[in-house]
């Protein structure tokens, strides 16, 4: 398939074109993850734990948003 056609295709919208893909090796700069180790004092935890309940939400999404936001405001 020649690369306007794919444009054309994808531009209207009609078609799927995910077949036409390959996601195989696709990533996201500045999204790869990485894993760390983070000791909270007992008390922070059952304050998270009662936030995320409140919320509906896992505890690790709590304190990625809340890390996030505080390092957005940092820049």
């Not at 390959?22 to 894993?35: G, L």
């Not at 922070?44 to 999404?61: A, N, W, Y």
Request: proline share 4%.
């Amino acid at each position: 398939m020649k690369v306007k056609e794919f444009d054309k295709m994808f531009d209207d919208g009609d078609e799927d074109i995910s077949m036409y893909l390959d996601v195989s090796k696709a990533h996201r700069p500045e999204q790869e993850q990485k894993r760390v180790n983070v000791d909270f004092p007992l008390w922070m935890i059952h304050q998270l734990d009662k936030e995320s309940k409140r919320l509906g939400v896992p505890r690790q999404s709590i304190i990625k948003v809340w890390v996030a936001e505080r390092l957005k405001k940092a820049a």
